[in-house]
């Protein structure tokens, strides 16, 4: 089969790995119908994640078909339609029992493309599957649920619910790429009385005003702090969500926030940060961190039944999986490109074949 390989820092190729096959009764085998590309894959080619080994397939967020199931699986069966999450769950670690999967110690956790093949790819071996995958219904298309592999949930899990967004809560977003914007989208499953986006790009901007946020700031041009007090009767806002990753936001999220507020950081950070606990002590500030479990994602994938929740913007290009290699080129490029996320769809499994590689859907 043909998968997107990670060579070492800088490379990759889309060549030839043998079939997954069965290797623990309780592993399933998929062919992949749609996948995505994740800013996590592109730190990983950097060579900013330097367990992940030469030779591995990336990709981390799919939806497949059950092609073969171990001897131990008893929930699923071939054909069954499946969304392949981020996070795996052994089901039985203390972790796993009490649904924090992310810090699953009992061979899951975040495995795909990372310790293990990943699912940009034809087909993929998925462990644990009785207690990782979630059944697709037939009437949802792939794109439909494909984000709930790992935005939405993520998100949702270490943005909305770890930063403990209420009814009525002013709530500033910093930064406005696919993980923000999937933030103002859960977060306005909590009502709150207003969303604040933050972002040095006004394109980034226009985007997260199309997501649901009600008022937005370049830090570029303007003195966030100043600009987001104006906003919040002088005093901050509820609830502040860090979505970009880097020293200067994380310390902007901690100046946004009124006493008593929440920082709760989602971004993936490389360098340390300045925690002002000499302004910060008095404050009654509460920061949370996190790495999603999905523990959330049959909530959110009933939302999206339901029609409450519709995570298909974040669609704007789309790919046959045999051009992962390009889809990435336009991934890697947002400024130029307006990608959020690219959609590589495999050729069998594709409904009808979308013009390739132009923009579609969100900035219309
Ligand atoms: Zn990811
Ligand atoms: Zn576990």
Not at 121 to 146: M, N
Request: hydrophobic share 45%; net charge negative.
């Amino acid at each position: 089969m043909k998968g997107l390989i990670y060579e070492g820092p800088g490379r990759r190729s889309w060549a030839t790995k043998p079939d997954p096959t069965i290797e623990d009764p309780t592993d399933i085998v998929v062919r992949i119908d749609s996948s995505t590309i994740c800013g996590t894959d592109l730190h990983i080619l950097k060579g900013d994640v330097p367990e992940v080994e030469a030779g591995t397939i990336l990709g981390h967020e799919a939806v497949g078909t059950v092609v073969e199931t171990g001897a131990a699986v008893t929930t699923l069966a071939p054909d069954d339609r499946v969304l392949v999450s981020c996070i795996t769950s052994c089901g039985r670690c203390a972790f796993c029992r009490e649904g924090h999967y992310g810090l699953c110690t009992g061979g899951g956790g975040w495995i795909f493309g990372h310790l293990i093949d990943g699912l940009q790819a034809e087909f993929a071996r998925v462990p644990f599957a009785d207690t990782s995958v979630h059944k697709i219904p037939d009437s949802l298309t792939d794109e439909q649920v494909l984000f709930l592999a790992d935005i939405l949930p993520t998100s949702f899990e270490v943005g909305v619910l770890n930063g403990g967004v209420k009814p009525g809560d002013t709530v500033a977003i910093v930064g406005a790429g696919p993980i923000g914007l999937a933030a103002i989208l859960t977060a306005r499953l909590y009502t709150p009385s207003r969303i604040l986006a933050i972002d040095l790009a006004d394109s980034r901007l226009a985007r997260a005003l199309e997501f649901g946020a009600d008022a937005v700031v370049n830090n570029g041009r303007e003195d966030a702090v100043d600009a987001i007090l104006a906003m919040s009767d002088g005093l901050g806002v509820d609830v502040a969500m860090e979505a970009v990753g880097v020293p200067q936001t994380f310390e902007l999220c901690t100046e946004l926030i009124r006493p008593g507020g929440r920082v709760a950081n989602i971004g993936v950070h490389g360098h340390s940060a300045a925690f002002h606990l000499e302004k910060l002590w008095i404050r009654d500030v509460t920061v949370t961190t996190g790495l999603v479990d999905t523990s959330t994602t049959p909530r959110l994938l009933r939302l999206i039944a339901e029609g409450r929740l519709d995570g298909t913007p974040f669609a704007t290009h789309r790919f046959p999986l045999a051009d992962t290699m390009a889809a990435y080129d336009v991934f890697a490029a947002p400024e130029q490109t307006g990608a959020l996320k690219v959609v590589l769809e495999a050729e069998a499994a594709a409904p009808k074949a979308k013009s390739v590689a132009e923009p579609i859907g969100a900035t219309a």
